[in-house]
């Protein structure tokens, strides 16, 4: 495998569920990024982890959403009690800290969540 | 905040060179410019990067002047399949946290 895995890529939840998010970066890479991206606008930053630490995270991050990336390889992203307006392509991205000067990473597919 | 700026839209036609303009006022000195390409219902694609003058793919070229203050992605011959929506980014502040904008929709027609 040499990109990044998200499963799963499509999920239809009903309002108030919870959901959660997988995914897989490229092996070598400490950096891992979630975004939320919906139609007709640019992806937009949700957390970033080095390695298994949460170093930043978006003000778009609502306490119903959170994530892990527990043993600095996989990470998760759940979101509790989905709400209509959770709908969007949710995006993982990886990248290595030795690209340290440039914004180079690698997105995987994307989950498409659906609240109805 | 660190900002590019970039058209939101444009057309051409199939074979034509298509050259994106992206500006970023406020670079700082060690950064890089990434462009990204993204299709329906896909993650965006990295495509290239650059740091000053010219960089060659074989996807696209890159043009960076002396100043630094914009860049131009250039796409040689366009054919339908590059119809997709095209990143500027430079990193935000002391982050290198990829960060979009709106990107420039590209549509190429027969």
């Known amino acids: 495998d040499t990109g990044v895995s998200q499963n799963p890529r499509h999920k239809i939840t009903k309002r108030g569920q919870n959901v959660t998010f997988r995914c897989d970066p490229i092996s070598e890479h400490n950096r891992l990024y979630w975004y939320r991206q919906t139609l007709g606008q640019g992806p937009e930053f949700l957390t970033y982890f080095q390695n298994e630490a949460q170093l930043e995270k978006s003000r778009l991050l609502s306490d119903r959403f959170s994530a892990e990336r527990p043993k600095g390889s996989f990470s998760t992203l759940e979101i509790q009690r989905t709400e209509q307006g959770d709908s969007a392509m949710y995006l993982c991205?990886?990248?290595?800290?030795?690209?340290?000067?440039?914004?180079?990473?690698?997105f995987g597919q994307g989950t498409r969540l659906t609240v109805v | 905040l660190a900002k590019t700026t970039q058209p939101i839209s444009m057309d051409s036609y199939e074979g034509q060179e298509v050259n994106i303009t992206c500006s970023h006022n406020n670079i700082a000195t060690n950064d890089y410019i990434t462009w990204y390409q993204q299709f329906p219902s896909q993650g965006p694609r990295f495509i290239i990067q650059g740091y000053k003058t010219k960089v060659t793919n074989e996807v696209a070229s890159l043009f960076i002047p002396a100043d630094r203050k914009s860049s131009t992605l250039s796409l040689p011959r366009v054919s339908l399949s590059d119809t997709a929506v095209y990143y500027c980014?430079?990193?935000?502040?002391?982050?290198?946290?990829?960060?979009f904008g709106r990107g420039t929709s590209l549509i190429v027609h027969p």
């Open positions: 991205a990886s990248s290595s800290s030795r690209t340290a000067s440039s914004t180079e990473a690698f």
């Open positions: 980014l430079k990193p935000r502040g002391g982050s290198y946290i990829p960060t």
